[in-house]
């Protein structure tokens, strides 16, 4: 005779929160006939038992997982050694809402997120986007375009996570510590291409462990970029109860701007000229609506558009420069535009100028004087101007107020009306 041996099968059940609301026994109809047979007297001391919980009402059975290989259902076990088995049952849908955020755009070169993000239209005007059911965007749908998937992941069982992602071309994948988009780190990345769906070409494809507590919700982002030829994305995670596999729609739920934290954007006019400031997205037109609130950290580009006769000094505040200027809503943001009369285009000199260089001196007189000055100047300014006002190259300027135009004799000319002190003066750096 054989030995007969009998080991103990004990089936564990567990569940989510949203499974602690049915009745136990629903959940069990599994156990009973399939936990005795390794009680046998096979010639061997193994069996095969298998395992298949059924889905109580409102839950959907996700794996079985424990010391007995690959999850599945059902699952085989043999019957080796006293073996526990737990039956993981997630709720239907009582975490994500079923889609996630997909945003892309089009005509953008390049293999490298850095080539989406650097571009004008990121982040807030993308050619489209759509809602996918699952964390994968489409396949092989085009060239030179950018993509970003964002929106939160509701993990069912707390415990630790592992994602993978799939990219081509490049891709990065950033996670939250919380649903707040600020958090998020980037925890994978794919720096050439991979195939779909295809986890491990590259070290960097995979994150680390990461703990998550189930009934929160994560942030989760997104960024891929295309170049040319195949192109497809996707996050595939490994959990409690979770086998490797593409993030599912029951686990994601859309972006959404968290509410009250919108940031205002002040635009003020300066200088002698006058112009229109405008925002993208809409919102400032200054004109006359010259402040705007813009959600927490959305990018707006301001443009300023000199009105006929004047021109464009530059932006201080905010923005530097004279070309367009982008602001980063991340707290309240003030930004001045300087627009000048272009003053016919030459700038006059003033009649009888003393040449200085550096600083006037006082000026010895509360009479009216004209200075001016071969040299580059980066910068300007009035001393004891009390009732006086001054004018550089014929063309009304507020002291310091930059530009400054040389006329063609080389000279930059100030010519300063009369006022109350003699000892006022002019200096130039
Ligand atoms: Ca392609
Ligand atoms: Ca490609």
Known sequence: MGRTVAFGLTLVLYSAHAYAQ???????????????????????AAASPAAKPAAATGTTFSATSANVGEPGNPVTIKMLSNTTVTANFVPQGSQGSGTILREFWNNVTGSTVASLTSNAAYPNSPTGSEQLTSLEGPTNVTDNYGSRIRGYIHPPISGAYTFWLASDDGGDLLLSTSDNPASATRIAFVDSWTSPREWTKLASQKSAAINLVAGQKYYIEVLHKEATGGDNVAVAWQGPGIALSVIAGNFLSPFVRPAGTNQTLTVAKTGTGTGTVTSAPTGINCGSTCSASFASGVSVTLTAAAASGSTFAGWTGACTGTGTCTVSMSAARSVTATFNTSGGGTPTPCSNPITFSGSTGNFNTTGAVCYRTA???????CSSFDGRTVTVGGEARTCGQMPVTKSADGFTYFSATAGAFPWATIFTW
């Open 22 to 44: 049915q009745p136990p026994s629903t959940a069990k109809p599994a156990a009973p006939s399939t936990a005795k047979p390794a009680t046998t007297t096979a010639p061997k």
């Open 375 to 381: 040299a580059t100047i980066n910068g300007w300014g």
